[in-house]
């Protein structure tokens, strides 16, 4: 059975880097077919996809996100990292790491999320 | 602002049908994408609940079911019981974000 486990400060002051790692156990990380991502939820709002990376560690991000997001992997520890610079208290969240599926059906490529993790609760406050 | 447009809550008694709808754009759904639905219970790790429009997962219900048409997207719950009780997210591929994008989420109370 595929788990995925965050880790990380959860506690992280504004103007800094939020690190988070995603670790993941009862699976591979090499298949071609899957993206690692990491989701955010802040409080009281919905999900937020903030980025993912493939196997050979091609990443891609949310616009919203980009010019402060970096996702980097480590396929010899089964984990992937997120990092996110000059946090403020707007970065606030839940982040949830999972395993993301993609496909190729009439002449689109199709993404979906099939296996999250518990999810890490990390504050921006000073 | 979700690119994804679900109404924040619906309700139902336990044993009856509702459903969920979510609207999108010629971007995103009306493009071609595919939708996907998460169940979040409170205190869980969102669930993949519908793939593709209208696969389920091995180990979901028969009583979850999805449709699709045009730029918009429907989850269908029967025989609602009290444990469906929680948050239901949309999901699907931007072509203008070139990323993934949710709703913003349906809040589901079992009366």
């Known amino acids: 059975q595929l788990q995925l486990q965050e880790s990380g400060p959860g506690l992280v002051k504004p103007s800094e880097t939020l690190s988070l790692t995603c670790t993941v156990s009862?699976?591979?990380?090499?298949?071609?077919?899957?993206?690692w991502g990491w989701i955010r939820q802040s409080p009281g709002k919905g999900l937020e996809w903030i980025g993912s990376?493939?196997?050979?560690?091609?990443?891609y991000y949310n616009p919203s996100l980009k010019s402060r997001v970096s996702i980097s992997g480590d396929t010899s520890k089964k984990q992937f990292s997120l990092k996110l610079s000059s946090v403020t208290a707007a970065d606030t969240a839940i982040y949830y790491c999972?395993?993301?599926?993609?496909?190729?059906?009439?002449?689109?490529?199709?993404?979906?999320?099939?296996?999250w993790g518990q999810g890490s609760l990390v504050t921006v406050s000073s | 602002q979700s690119v994804l447009t679900q109404p924040p809550s619906v309700s139902g008694a336990p044993g009856q049908r509702v459903t969920f709808s979510c609207s999108g754009s010629?971007?995103?759904?009306?493009?071609?994408?595919?939708v996907h639905w998460y169940q979040h219970l409170p205190g869980t790790a969102p669930k993949l609940l519908i793939y593709?429009?209208?696969n389920r997962p091995s180990g979901v219900p028969d009583r979850f079911s999805g449709s699709k048409s045009g730029t918009s997207a429907s989850l269908a719950i029967t025989g609602l019981q009290a444990e469906d009780e929680g948050d239901y997210y949309c999901?699907?591929?931007?072509?203008?974000?070139?990323?993934?994008?949710f709703g913003g989420g349906t809040k589901l109370t079992v009366l």
């Open positions: 999972a395993r993301e599926k993609y496909y190729d059906y009439n002449a689109y490529t199709h993404f979906f999320f099939d296996h």
């Open positions: 009862g699976g591979s990380v090499t298949s071609s077919i899957y993206y």
């Open positions: 990376i493939s196997y050979n560690g091609n990443a």
């Open positions: 010629s971007s995103n759904i009306g493009a071609g994408y595919d």
């Open positions: 593709a429009n209208t």
């Open positions: 999901q699907s591929y931007d072509s203008t974000l070139s990323g993934s994008v």
